[in-house]
Protein backbone atom coordinates (compact mmCIF):
# COMPACT_ATOMS: atom_id res chain seq x y z
CA UNK A 1 0.00 0.00 0.00
CA UNK A 2 3.03 2.35 0.30
CA UNK A 3 4.25 1.62 -2.93
CA UNK A 4 1.20 2.88 -4.43
CA UNK A 5 1.45 5.74 -2.18
CA UNK A 6 5.03 6.82 -3.26
CA UNK A 7 3.62 5.90 -6.86
CA UNK A 8 0.84 8.23 -6.57
CA UNK A 9 3.80 10.97 -5.15
CA UNK A 10 5.82 10.09 -8.18
CA UNK A 11 2.68 11.59 -10.49
CA UNK A 12 1.85 13.63 -8.99
CA UNK A 13 5.61 15.57 -8.58
CA UNK A 14 5.44 18.01 -10.82
CA UNK A 15 3.64 20.40 -8.21
CA UNK A 16 6.43 21.74 -5.65
CA UNK A 17 9.25 21.64 -7.72
CA UNK A 18 13.49 22.77 -7.64
CA UNK A 19 14.57 25.46 -6.04
CA UNK A 20 15.83 28.47 -8.21
CA UNK A 21 19.12 29.29 -7.18
CA UNK A 22 21.39 27.01 -4.32
CA UNK A 23 22.84 30.41 -1.96
CA UNK A 24 26.22 30.08 -0.77
CA UNK A 25 25.82 30.39 2.77
CA UNK A 26 24.23 28.22 5.12
CA UNK A 27 21.67 30.20 6.80
CA UNK A 28 20.38 32.26 3.73
CA UNK A 29 17.60 33.32 5.45
CA UNK A 30 18.97 35.73 7.85
CA UNK A 31 20.36 38.15 4.67
CA UNK A 32 16.77 39.18 2.43
CA UNK A 33 18.61 42.53 0.75
CA UNK A 34 20.38 40.64 -1.82
CA UNK A 35 19.77 38.10 -4.89
CA UNK A 36 22.99 35.35 -4.19
CA UNK A 37 24.04 33.36 -7.30
CA UNK A 38 23.99 29.87 -7.99
CA UNK A 39 26.79 27.21 -6.34
CA UNK A 40 27.70 25.84 -9.24
CA UNK A 41 27.54 28.35 -12.61
CA UNK A 42 30.98 29.19 -14.18
CA UNK A 43 29.59 30.02 -17.32
CA UNK A 44 26.94 32.78 -15.79
CA UNK A 45 27.29 36.10 -17.78
CA UNK A 46 27.36 37.97 -14.58
CA UNK A 47 26.95 41.50 -16.94
CA UNK A 48 22.72 41.55 -17.31
CA UNK A 49 22.77 45.61 -18.27
CA UNK A 50 21.40 44.29 -21.36
CA UNK A 51 17.76 43.91 -19.20
CA UNK A 52 16.32 47.14 -19.48
CA UNK A 53 13.12 46.08 -19.07
CA UNK A 54 11.82 43.66 -16.09
CA UNK A 55 8.38 42.24 -15.08
CA UNK A 56 7.01 39.21 -12.78
CA UNK A 57 3.78 37.97 -13.12
CA UNK A 58 2.35 35.06 -10.37
CA UNK A 59 1.35 33.68 -7.50
CA UNK A 60 1.55 33.94 -4.03
CA UNK A 61 4.87 32.16 -3.97
CA UNK A 62 6.12 35.01 -6.01
CA UNK A 63 4.29 37.86 -4.19
CA UNK A 64 6.69 36.38 -1.39
CA UNK A 65 4.17 36.47 1.49
CA UNK A 66 6.01 36.98 4.50
CA UNK A 67 9.31 37.71 3.43
CA UNK A 68 10.10 41.33 4.70
CA UNK A 69 8.31 44.00 4.28
CA UNK A 70 5.04 43.91 2.97
CA UNK A 71 5.07 47.10 -0.04
CA UNK A 72 2.31 49.51 -0.36
CA UNK A 73 -0.34 51.00 1.52
CA UNK A 74 -3.95 49.32 2.14
CA UNK A 75 -6.09 50.77 -1.29
CA UNK A 76 -9.16 49.51 -2.85
CA UNK A 77 -7.25 48.13 -6.21
CA UNK A 78 -7.26 44.97 -5.70
CA UNK A 79 -4.21 44.40 -7.89
CA UNK A 80 -2.32 46.80 -5.55
CA UNK A 81 1.05 45.87 -4.02
CA UNK A 82 -0.65 46.12 -0.67
CA UNK A 83 -3.89 44.11 -1.52
CA UNK A 84 -1.57 41.49 -3.93
CA UNK A 85 0.56 41.12 -0.41
CA UNK A 86 3.68 41.64 -2.34
CA UNK A 87 6.34 41.67 -0.08
CA UNK A 88 10.32 43.15 -0.64
CA UNK A 89 11.90 39.96 0.21
CA UNK A 90 10.18 38.34 -2.70
CA UNK A 91 11.93 36.80 -5.19
CA UNK A 92 10.93 39.34 -8.02
CA UNK A 93 12.01 42.31 -5.69
CA UNK A 94 15.48 40.45 -5.03
CA UNK A 95 15.89 40.09 -8.91
CA UNK A 96 15.19 43.84 -9.81
CA UNK A 97 17.62 44.88 -6.71
CA UNK A 98 20.13 43.25 -7.93
CA UNK A 99 23.25 45.20 -8.66
CA UNK A 100 24.24 43.38 -11.90
CA UNK A 101 20.93 44.88 -13.13
CA UNK A 102 21.71 48.26 -13.20
CA UNK A 103 23.55 49.38 -16.57
CA UNK A 104 25.19 53.27 -16.36
CA UNK A 105 21.54 54.99 -16.20
CA UNK A 106 20.76 53.11 -13.38
CA UNK A 107 18.03 50.73 -12.38
CA UNK A 108 15.52 48.99 -14.86
CA UNK A 109 12.20 49.70 -15.02
CA UNK A 110 10.08 46.61 -12.72
CA UNK A 111 6.83 46.00 -13.37
CA UNK A 112 5.48 43.55 -10.14
CA UNK A 113 2.26 42.13 -11.65
CA UNK A 114 2.11 38.69 -9.14
CA UNK A 115 -0.49 38.48 -6.43
CA UNK A 116 -1.54 36.10 -3.57
CA UNK A 117 -4.08 33.50 -4.92
CA UNK A 118 -4.50 33.71 -8.38
CA UNK A 119 -4.94 30.91 -10.60
CA UNK A 120 -4.14 30.79 -14.49
CA UNK A 121 -7.73 32.70 -15.38
CA UNK A 122 -6.79 35.51 -12.98
CA UNK A 123 -3.41 35.54 -14.69
CA UNK A 124 -4.51 35.80 -18.11
CA UNK A 125 -7.20 38.68 -17.14
CA UNK A 126 -5.90 40.50 -14.36
CA UNK A 127 -2.03 40.82 -14.26
CA UNK A 128 -0.26 39.49 -18.32
CA UNK A 129 -2.86 42.01 -20.71
CA UNK A 130 -1.56 44.95 -17.80
CA UNK A 131 2.20 44.16 -18.57
CA UNK A 132 3.70 46.60 -20.88
CA UNK A 133 5.41 45.58 -24.02
CA UNK A 134 8.79 44.78 -25.24
CA UNK A 135 9.72 43.26 -22.01
CA UNK A 136 13.45 42.19 -21.99
CA UNK A 137 12.39 39.58 -19.20
CA UNK A 138 9.95 38.09 -18.02
CA UNK A 139 9.73 35.95 -14.03
CA UNK A 140 7.02 33.65 -14.15
CA UNK A 141 4.98 31.20 -11.56
CA UNK A 142 2.14 29.53 -12.26
CA UNK A 143 0.54 26.50 -11.73
CA UNK A 144 0.69 25.77 -8.06
CA UNK A 145 -2.84 27.05 -7.49
CA UNK A 146 -4.86 25.39 -10.39
CA UNK A 147 -2.55 21.79 -8.96
CA UNK A 148 -4.09 22.94 -5.44
CA UNK A 149 -0.65 23.34 -3.57
CA UNK A 150 -2.25 25.36 -0.75
CA UNK A 151 -4.99 22.54 0.02
CA UNK A 152 -1.76 20.24 -0.16
CA UNK A 153 -0.32 21.57 2.67
CA UNK A 154 -3.75 22.37 4.46
CA UNK A 155 -4.26 17.93 4.17
CA UNK A 156 -0.68 16.94 4.62
CA UNK A 157 1.39 19.06 6.87
CA UNK A 158 -0.52 22.32 8.47
CA UNK A 159 -4.22 21.62 8.67
CA UNK A 160 -5.06 24.92 8.77
CA UNK A 161 -8.91 24.27 8.24
CA UNK A 162 -9.15 20.66 8.24
CA UNK A 163 -11.25 17.99 10.23
CA UNK A 164 -11.43 13.97 9.94
CA UNK A 165 -13.89 11.74 8.07
CA UNK A 166 -15.37 10.93 11.26
CA UNK A 167 -15.76 14.88 12.43
CA UNK A 168 -17.56 15.37 8.64
CA UNK A 169 -20.11 12.76 9.99
CA UNK A 170 -20.60 14.58 13.21
CA UNK A 171 -20.75 18.03 11.85
CA UNK A 172 -23.10 17.17 9.33
CA UNK A 173 -25.73 15.67 12.40
CA UNK A 174 -26.37 19.32 13.33
CA UNK A 175 -24.76 20.97 10.39
CA UNK A 176 -26.30 24.57 10.90
CA UNK A 177 -25.88 24.63 14.37
CA UNK A 178 -21.77 23.74 14.26
CA UNK A 179 -21.14 25.46 11.43
CA UNK A 180 -22.51 29.00 12.83
CA UNK A 181 -20.54 27.68 16.39
CA UNK A 182 -17.11 27.21 14.13
CA UNK A 183 -17.76 30.57 12.10
CA UNK A 184 -18.25 32.48 15.57
CA UNK A 185 -15.19 31.03 16.76
CA UNK A 186 -12.88 31.55 13.23
CA UNK A 187 -14.07 35.72 13.63
CA UNK A 188 -13.16 35.51 16.95
CA UNK A 189 -9.13 34.67 15.98
CA UNK A 190 -9.25 36.04 12.61
CA UNK A 191 -11.48 39.63 12.56
CA UNK A 192 -13.91 38.20 9.65
CA UNK A 193 -16.33 35.76 9.37
CA UNK A 194 -15.64 32.59 6.63
CA UNK A 195 -17.75 32.60 3.46
CA UNK A 196 -18.50 29.03 3.81
CA UNK A 197 -17.69 25.89 4.62
CA UNK A 198 -17.05 22.53 1.82
CA UNK A 199 -17.08 19.57 4.25
CA UNK A 200 -15.52 17.51 0.98
CA UNK A 201 -12.80 19.94 0.92
CA UNK A 202 -11.97 20.70 4.25
CA UNK A 203 -12.17 16.69 4.94
CA UNK A 204 -9.99 15.46 2.07
CA UNK A 205 -6.86 13.61 3.56
CA UNK A 206 -3.73 13.53 2.51
CA UNK A 207 -3.91 10.77 0.47
CA UNK A 208 -6.87 11.33 -1.59
CA UNK A 209 -5.76 15.19 -2.11
CA UNK A 210 -2.61 13.83 -3.75
CA UNK A 211 -4.32 11.65 -5.15
CA UNK A 212 -6.99 14.63 -6.84
CA UNK A 213 -3.91 16.61 -7.51
CA UNK A 214 -2.80 13.85 -9.71
CA UNK A 215 -5.70 14.09 -11.43
CA UNK A 216 -5.49 17.46 -12.30
CA UNK A 217 -1.76 18.12 -13.43
CA UNK A 218 -2.06 15.40 -15.96
CA UNK A 219 -5.37 16.45 -17.27
CA UNK A 220 -5.05 17.46 -20.56
CA UNK A 221 -7.37 21.33 -19.33
CA UNK A 222 -4.55 22.21 -16.37
CA UNK A 223 -1.69 21.74 -19.50
CA UNK A 224 -3.96 23.82 -21.94
CA UNK A 225 -3.92 26.27 -19.33
CA UNK A 226 -0.37 26.32 -18.77
CA UNK A 227 0.62 26.99 -22.26
CA UNK A 228 -2.17 29.72 -22.87
CA UNK A 229 0.43 31.53 -19.76
CA UNK A 230 3.13 31.16 -21.85
CA UNK A 231 1.85 32.39 -25.20
CA UNK A 232 0.51 35.29 -23.62
CA UNK A 233 3.58 36.13 -21.92
CA UNK A 234 5.64 35.82 -24.90
CA UNK A 235 3.26 38.36 -26.30
CA UNK A 236 4.69 40.83 -23.41
CA UNK A 237 8.11 40.19 -24.51
CA UNK A 238 10.90 41.93 -26.89
CA UNK A 239 11.86 40.01 -30.06
CA UNK A 240 15.22 38.99 -27.97
CA UNK A 241 13.01 38.57 -24.47
CA UNK A 242 13.07 35.69 -22.23
CA UNK A 243 10.73 34.35 -20.09
CA UNK A 244 12.24 33.06 -16.82
CA UNK A 245 9.91 30.25 -15.14
CA UNK A 246 10.64 29.44 -11.61
CA UNK A 247 10.35 25.91 -10.04
CA UNK A 248 8.54 25.89 -6.70
CA UNK A 249 10.70 25.30 -3.61
CA UNK A 250 11.89 22.19 -1.92
CA UNK A 251 9.87 21.99 1.35
CA UNK A 252 11.43 18.92 2.87
CA UNK A 253 14.22 16.85 2.91
CA UNK A 254 14.91 12.85 2.36
CA UNK A 255 16.16 11.94 5.47
CA UNK A 256 13.72 11.51 8.20
CA UNK A 257 13.52 8.37 10.92
CA UNK A 258 10.21 7.27 12.72
CA UNK A 259 10.90 9.51 15.65
CA UNK A 260 9.29 12.55 13.12
CA UNK A 261 6.10 10.35 13.59
CA UNK A 262 5.14 12.04 16.58
CA UNK A 263 5.52 15.49 15.54
CA UNK A 264 2.88 17.79 14.04
CA UNK A 265 3.32 21.18 12.47
CA UNK A 266 -0.63 21.72 13.71
CA UNK A 267 -2.35 22.40 16.74
CA UNK A 268 -5.41 20.11 15.31
CA UNK A 269 -5.60 16.60 14.66
CA UNK A 270 -2.62 14.93 12.70
CA UNK A 271 0.87 13.91 12.90
CA UNK A 272 3.66 14.29 10.18
CA UNK A 273 4.35 10.29 9.86
CA UNK A 274 7.42 9.38 7.96
CA UNK A 275 6.03 7.82 4.71
CA UNK A 276 4.15 11.54 4.17
CA UNK A 277 6.89 13.22 4.81
CA UNK A 278 8.91 11.49 2.18
CA UNK A 279 6.12 11.55 -0.28
CA UNK A 280 6.33 15.21 -0.01
CA UNK A 281 9.73 15.32 -0.65
CA UNK A 282 9.40 12.97 -3.92
CA UNK A 283 6.83 15.17 -4.76
CA UNK A 284 8.75 18.45 -4.26
CA UNK A 285 11.98 17.07 -5.85
CA UNK A 286 10.31 16.29 -9.37
CA UNK A 287 7.53 19.85 -9.62
CA UNK A 288 8.65 22.43 -11.69
Known amino acids: MRNLGIWRALLASRLIGATIAIPHSGNWSLWSNSL?????????????????RLGAVGDSYFAGIGAGNRLGIPSLFTQSDYACSRYD???????????????SSGEAPFEFRSCSDPVVDDMLSKQIPYTTAHQDAILLSVGGNNAEL?????????????????????????????????????ESWFGFRPKGWDLDKISRSCDEQLSRTERIINGDDYNHKLDWVISATKETLAPWGRIYWTGYAKFFGTEYTPECD?????????????????????LGAEFG
Open 89 to 103: GSYPQLVKDDDRLKG
Open 36 to 52: MGRQIDPDFDMDLSSIR
Open 262 to 282: SVSWTTWVHSLYKGSSTELAV
Open 150 to 186: SKILNACVFQWIHITGFQKIFIELDFEGLVKKGADKF
